[in-house]
């Protein structure tokens, strides 16, 4: 059996302030969608500043943590349509 993922920055979720936070809409330029995720900068005292990502109409759900490096591979893959629907 494969192992369970394991969250990486359970340590530091739980810290960041997203009170604060500068959610921008992630959406193509000139739209306006019912729904779509959101992200914000959100510097932190270890001196990294992670990206937090959330859906926009569950402001209080669930909010995905990256590092840069992850974040930066996570925007060259949507920029390579890694991730688009098959057509």
Request: with cysteine; aromatic share 8%; charged share 30%.
């Amino acid at each position: 059996m494969s192992e369970q993922p394991v969250d990486d920055k359970a340590h530091i979720r739980h810290e960041l302030d997203l009170s604060d936070a500068k959610w921008i809409r992630a959406e193509p330029d000139g739209a306006n969608l019912e729904d779509c995720v959101e992200y914000a900068l959100v510097p932190h005292t270890d001196g990294v500043t992670y990206t937090a990502m959330r859906q926009a109409s569950l402001p209080e759900g669930d909010v995905l943590v990256f590092t840069p490096s992850e974040w930066d591979a996570f925007v060259k893959g949507v920029r390579d349509g890694e991730f688009d629907l098959p057509g």
